[in-house]
């Protein structure tokens, strides 16, 4: 069971996938893209919808993930396996395409819990080190043969240098002698048919003994081998064949090698491809900032849900611009399964339903989509979709003939599924429940007699209501927006048209039937008043009532709008008094902490002059003689101002001292903010806040890291007079050094990436605690060298630098680390 692909074309799905084949990295990974279609079986879209957010949420973490420089080798191992010779550069691709596998294999392996699929992908890609290690030893970074493939070879190589070096000094010696000097034409050396000649004149011929090759055109000049180094040709030639022999004998070996693990290498391939799809599915999703809509099980012969099944919220189309787009609220299978959606031409009604479609398609198809949350679809087994004007003069078909075609197969499906014995699942139960199928019809019943249409429109819809489907139709007949109303399990929608303006709003409003408004704008644009009047009176009275009723409904819908609005603006009054009363309680707590502390600054000084007084008393009862009567006395006098110091004090206290306030609003966090990381019990400095992610940037002594906002709270300063408390100790949990590869490549970069990306690189693989890092930069022009080399040259964690070597030559630079 699959989606029609007419449905497929209809809803623009072809552009969908066009736009997704950009984001893949190789040409396989693209063919899924362009082939990709919807599935139609709950657990595979929810599988398929896992794989995506998991391959989104690893991306988020890691942007510079990909599958390294992969290619699409099936047909080249194809031909290896039935005998075919490869070439040295194909050879290299394969090994490539093998190491990309590997490394990817190894990094999914290392991810933690919440990337099941990705992991299992990855456990599947096979690991062939004895053939890349095989392609490696003889073929070199261009392709071609190493000398070091065989000792044969490097005889054979040595040998042909020795012998063109010996070819060579005999026919310079020749063509500067003095014996030919009248004799060539010009004192070169130059080849023909594969054979090192001298150019003599035709006229001389007989001068120089030889092999005649080649005359030039004018017949002037002969291009001779002279007698003397027709050996050393032949000796050459010789070396040079057997060098050819030796190289296609090693080419063959390693085609060998690669036949035998054909079947590896082409899983390997299959599976690098869909887990570049899964990759570029998360890219796309992260362009389109589309979210992952719930996927939920439901059949219309379920129980009424509390939620509907089909729910769209702030949808947008996603082949219109990001910038104009108007998000839209749709849902169905609740209290109704099909919406008729009325308005004027050019409103919107066209694109509500193509971004029904084309969501519910893009769903099913393991793709998020661009909404917001909530967000659910069921999965349907049938998505039908008549649009547009498809009248055929070949059929002779009208548009009416063209769209009632439609409908009629539409139909007959439906009936022949309902029909159709129910297949056993995998336990062998019989799912007897009826499939689940969306279908959506553009002007309904349009393109004949408005009464018949009409007719014909209403007994459709009463059929898709007895066959349990969900649809979406649209329509200008308001006999159908009267049926809507009446009749249960359908609902009115209308997109929304400014009269003033002129201009549709394309807002799509559920439970408010739309209007045609074409009298309206007639009279906005200044057509007669009585012309509009005459018209009104042509128009049936039953239409008219219903006219009036959907000005009524609206006029009522504009009353609350404006009721909603006023509310919202009494709201935002409350909030300003409530933050002005706030200010005002914290500015009279200050002034009453003001007062006390000079209060209790007079009182302390009353009780030190009265302390000073007894003091005074004391020296002068040890001076003079006076009756311990009388100093009990004055001490009872001085504790008695004491406790009436302390009374008014405490009178004071009572007498400011108001109703606590309300705790003020806590302000949102900043930068420059001082906060608390619970997760890992540091303090850090916030340097940059992302609103839509709800996450911040935190400086944390030498590191920076990414915290959502619910893990920080704002630090506050203990007072000066409070007693500083010390913490326990406790156990501080840093972040795990990030696993980083000892091999970076870089090949196919451009210039302008390498500096931030490169960075990035050696930070974490400091932090890994690697010694040494390998960087692949291929040889080419050397641009991209030279590129790396100044990074590294200037970069605080470099030691030290130098080419490969052995390991690579100067398309490797090996990097020292400073030690930690």
Do not use: C
């Not at 709950?42 to 390294?68: C, D, F, K, M, N």
């Not at 439906?414 to 553009?442: C, K, N, T, Y």
């Amino acid at each position: 069971m699959s989606i029609p692909e007419s449905s497929l074309h209809t809803l623009e799905f072809d552009a969908i996938r066009d736009r997704l084949a950009h984001y893949t990295a190789f040409s396989a990974s693209r063919e899924l893209a362009l082939s990709l279609t919807p599935a139609t079986d709950l657990a595979e879209v929810r599988q398929r919808q896992a794989l995506t957010a998991e391959a989104r949420l690893l991306l988020e973490a890691w942007p510079e993930l990909s599958i390294g420089g992969a290619r699409d080798v099936r047909r080249a191992v194809q031909h290896a396996a039935r005998g075919g010779i490869l070439d040295g550069v194909t050879l290299r691709e394969i090994a490539a395409t093998l190491q990309s596998a590997a490394l990817l294999r190894q990094r999914l392996s290392r991810l933690d819990a919440r990337f099941p699929h990705l992991i299992d992908r990855g456990n599947t890609l096979p690991a062939l080190p004895q053939v890349v290690e095989a392609i490696e030893r003889a073929i070199d970074d261009d392709g071609q043969v190493l000398d070091s493939a065989s000792p044969t070879l490097a005889r054979l190589r040595h040998e042909v240098r020795v012998a063109f070096n010996r070819l060579h000094e005999r026919l310079q010696s020749m063509i500067h002698s003095s014996a030919l000097a009248n004799a060539l034409q010009e004192p070169i050396v130059t080849v023909r048919n594969g054979r090192y000649v001298i150019p003599v004149k035709a006229s001389h011929r007989r001068e120089v003994r030889g092999l005649v090759h080649d005359q030039s055109g004018s017949g002037a000049t002969l291009y001779i081998e002279p007698m003397a180094v027709v050996e050393l040709n032949n000796r050459w030639r010789e070396l040079q064949s057997a060098e050819a022999e030796e190289v296609q004998r090693i080419l063959s070996t390693l085609s060998e090698q690669v036949g035998a693990a054909v079947s590896a290498i082409t899983s390997a391939v299959s599976t690098l491809a869909a887990l570049d799809l899964a990759f570029a599915l998360a890219r796309y999703a992260i362009a389109t900032r589309s979210i992952a809509p719930e996927i939920v099980e439901w059949r219309p012969d379920d129980p009424p849900p509390a939620e509907p099944p089909f729910r769209l919220t702030r949808a947008r189309h996603p082949l219109l611009p990001t910038d104009t787009v108007v998000p839209i609220d749709l849902w169905l299978g609740g209290e109704f399964s099909i919406l008729l959606i009325t308005g004027p031409n050019t409103g919107g009604k066209t694109v509500a339903l193509k971004t029904a479609g084309l969501l519910a398609l893009m769903a099913q198809a393991g793709m998020q989509i661009p909404a917001d949350q909530p967000s659910r679809l069921p999965v349907f087994q049938y998505i039908f979709a008549d649009i547009g004007d498809e009248q055929s003069i070949e059929q002779s078909l009208s548009t009416f003939s063209s769209h009632m075609a439609n409908i009629i197969r539409v139909l007959q499906t439906l009936d022949a599924a309902q029909q159709a014995p129910p297949a056993p699942d995998e336990q062998g139960l019989f799912d007897h429940r009826r499939s689940v199928a969306l279908v959506l019809f553009d002007e309904l019943g349009a393109g004949t007699d408005p009464v018949e249409g009409a007719a014909l429109a209403r007994a459709i819809i009463g059929r898709l209501l007895e066959l349990g489907v969900l649809a979406i139709a649209t329509t200008h007949y308001a006999e159908l927006k009267a049926f809507a109303y009446t009749t249960p399990g359908v609902q009115n929608a209308s997109v929304e048209f400014d009269v003033e303006t002129l201009a549709p709003t394309y807002r799509l409003s559920i439970g408010i039937p739309g209007r045609s408004n074409a009298l309206a704008i007639a009279a906005r644009l200044g057509l007669d008043p009585a012309l509009i009047e005459q018209a009104r009176l042509f128009i049936d009275r039953k239409e008219a009532q219903v006219e009036d009723l959907l000005a009524g409904i609206q006029r009522e819908r504009d009353a609350t709008a404006a009721a909603l609005q006023r509310a919202e603006e009494l709201r935002a009054d409350a909030e300003k008094y409530r933050d002005r009363l706030a200010a005002e309680q914290q500015a009279f707590a200050a002034e009453r902490e003001a007062a006390l502390a000079a209060a209790r600054q007079e009182i302390e000084a009353e009780l030190r002059e009265a302390r000073q007084q007894l003091r005074r008393l004391r020296e002068e009862f040890r001076s003079v003689n006076i009756s311990r009567q009388w100093l009990e006395e004055a001490e009872k006098r001085l504790a008695a101002a004491a406790e009436q110091s302390q009374q008014a004090t405490e009178k004071l206290r009572q007498k400011h001292a108001p109703t606590a306030p309300p705790p003020p609003a806590e302000r949102p966090l900043q930068v420059g903010d001082t906060v608390h990381i619970a997760s890992i019990g540091l303090n850090g400095e916030i340097v940059a806040i992302d609103q839509e992610d709800g996450t911040a940037t935190v400086q944390v002594g030498g590191f920076r890291m990414t915290v959502k906002l619910s893990e920080l709270k704002r630090t506050k300063a203990q007072a000066s007079d409070e007693r500083r408390y010390t913490p326990p100790e406790r156990s501080v949990n840093l972040p795990s050094a990030p696993d980083v590869s000892m091999t970076f490549d870089m090949r196919g970069w451009r210039a302008s990436e390498v500096s931030d990306r490169l960075d990035r690189y050696l930070n974490d693989a400091y932090l890994a605690g690697l010694h040494q890092v390998r960087l692949i930069h291929g040889k080419g022009t050397g641009a991209l060298r030279q590129v790396v080399r100044d990074v590294l040259a200037t970069h605080p964690l470099v030691a030290s630098f130098s080419s490969g070597g052995r390991d690579g030559g100067e398309g490797v630079t090996i990097a020292t680390l400073i030690e930690q």
